[in-house]
Nanobody
Framework: QVQLVQSGGGSVQAGGSLRLSCAAS????????MAWFRQAPGKEREGVAN????????DYADSVKGRFAISRDDSKNTLYLQMKSLKPEDTAMYYC?????????????????WGQGTQVTVSS
């Protein structure tokens, strides 16, 4: 079992940057593919970025390509999401998640452990 604890986030003006962190405990996070999802009020949870367990392959939602970067430091059992050029439409609750499948997936059902969520608010 993996427990995920998030940190970071907050409020920023459009064009600003933020970094989210997600620390894994209870099991070695490096064994799992990991992802960041977000959910805005009144909208469904959507995948933002995911990363293979070896860290060599990543994938991004079209809406964040070129602005967000997912990375992991397996020596620290920590996942990161660096967000740049933030837009008001990036405002949402962000969640990290650990995947139970061996491929990079956007399906919520493929993730068995979730962080507690952290709010990101971007003002115009």
């Amino acid at each position: 079992q993996v427990q995920l604890v998030q940190s970071g986030g907050g409020s920023v003006q459009a064009g600003g940057s933020l970094r989210l962190s997600c620390a894994a405990s209870g099991s070695t996070g490096s064994n799992y593919n990991m992802a960041w999802f977000r959910q805005a009020p009144g909208k469904e949870r959507e995948g933002v970025a995911n990363i293979y367990r070896g860290g060599g392959r990543t994938d991004y939602a079209d809406s964040v390509k070129g602005r967000f970067a997912i990375s992991r430091d397996d020596s620290k059992n920590t996942l990161y999401l660096q967000m740049k050029s933030l837009k008001p439409e990036d405002t949402a609750m962000y969640y990290c998640a650990a995947s139970s499948v061996s491929w990079l997936s956007w399906r919520i059902v493929d993730y068995f452990s979730w962080g507690q969520g952290t709010q990101v608010t971007v003002s115009s």
